[in-house]
């Protein structure tokens, strides 16, 4: 499985940007996706996760109520949309796939990950 992960960029504090990641070499409908970030000298976090056909969802509490994870099977794409984004939110964003939908937060040993995309947010 190939991930491809874009829309990073640089955005004011209460800024909004959304992030993609389309796959391919594998039916992406049996795919679990999730976004995973890691900012300047820290250990990568988890983001946000939804199941194979997108019926369950699950945040950090850091971004619960301000990003929002969607999927497209048609188009082979997962979505972030970060809205009320801080500067705490400064990280290269990656995207990572697995054949199981987990919502253990601590457990990011995903079977496939894709390059980052660097997101700075900004006052």
């Known amino acids: 499985v190939q991930l491809q992960a874009s829309g990073g960029g640089l955005v004011r504090t209460g800024g909004s940007l959304r992030l993609f990641c389309t796959g391919s070499?594998?039916?992406?409908?049996?795919?679990?996706m999730y976004w995973v970030r890691q900012a300047p000298g820290k250990e990568r976090e988890f983001v946000a996760g939804?199941?194979?056909?997108?019926?369950?969802?699950s945040y950090a509490d850091s971004v619960k109520g301000r990003f929002t994870i969607s999927k497209d099977n048609t188009k082979n794409t997962v979505y972030l949309q970060m809205n009320g984004l801080k500067s705490g939110d400064t990280a290269i964003y990656y995207c990572?796939?697995?054949?199981?939908?987990?919502?253990?937060?601590?457990?990011?040993?995903?079977?496939?990950w894709g390059q980052g995309t660097l997101v700075t947010v900004s006052s």
């Open positions: 990572a796939a697995d054949i199981n939908y987990s919502t253990d937060q601590h457990h990011l040993a995903y079977k496939y």
């Open positions: 939804i199941s194979w056909i997108g019926h369950m969802t």
């Open positions: 070499g594998r039916i992406f409908d049996d795919l679990s």
